[in-house]
T-cell receptor
């Protein structure tokens, strides 16, 4: 069965520092990958997606993620974070079962 | 832009009550989903539906049922609420399988 592992449950960083949120998935078939962000008291919003094509995908607010098939990873990165990036981030994958499977989330806290 | 609306942001019910959580989407999406979100556990799929009057069990269907009489509306029913069903409930929809899911803002349900 498909599984998604987010290696860090909490990541504290200082403002303007770079950040990487790690995500690994398990799948032996083609897989579609997503990152969602959840701000306090809100639902999940799609941040970026990998469906096919270029392995590097970018969001409009400076985040990027790279699909690495050999390492079965889809890590999320941002070169310089802002206070407003404080949120919980979820990695998700859909594979052969057609069901979206979520990781347990990473809480990113950006400190001044 | 896709809008997924959950009828209540906060709900307090008593043990043994029958509870209805309503979800409506406005983009003619085929698929609709109900998740619950608990700290440290991420999102877990309760039920989903690929079409009107169709439903399939997710990973944790026990104690829940669903109804999809119209394409735009997907209801989650707690047949006899229990305290362990206190949680954040999130509804989502997608156009077709493997496409990104769009989420509502969630209903925080407390069972006393």
């Amino acid at each position: 069965a498909q599984s998604v592992t987010q290696l860090d449950s909490q990541v504290p960083v200082f403002e303007e520092a770079p950040v990487e949120l790690r995500c690994n998935y398990s799948s032996s078939v083609s897989v579609y990958l997503f990152w969602y962000v959840q701000y306090p008291n809100q639902g999940l919003q799609l941040l970026l997606k990998y469906l096919s094509g270029s392995t590097l995908v970018e969001s409009i607010n400076g985040f990027e993620a790279e699909f690495n098939k050999s390492q079965t990873s889809f890590h999320l990165r941002k070169p310089s974070v802002h206070i407003s990036d404080t949120a919980e981030y979820f990695c998700a994958a859909v594979g052969g079962s057609e069901k979206l499977v979520f990781g347990k989330g990473t809480k990113l806290t950006v400190n001044p | 832009d896709v809008k997924v609306t959950q009828s209540s942001r906060y709900l307090v019910k008593r043990t043994g009550e029958k509870v209805f959580l309503e979800c409506v989407q406005d983009m003619d999406h085929e698929n609709m989903f109900w998740y619950r979100q608990d700290p440290g556990l991420g999102l877990r799929l309760i039920y989903f539906s690929y079409d009107v009057k169709m439903k399939e069990k997710g990973d944790i269907p026990e104690g829940y049922s669903v109804s999809r009489e119209k394409k735009e509306r997907f209801s989650l029913i707690l047949e006899s609420a229990s305290t362990n069903q206190t949680s954040m409930y999130l509804c989502a929809s997608s156009l077709i399988s493997r496409q990104p899911q769009h989420f509502g803002d969630g209903t925080r349900l407390s069972i006393l």
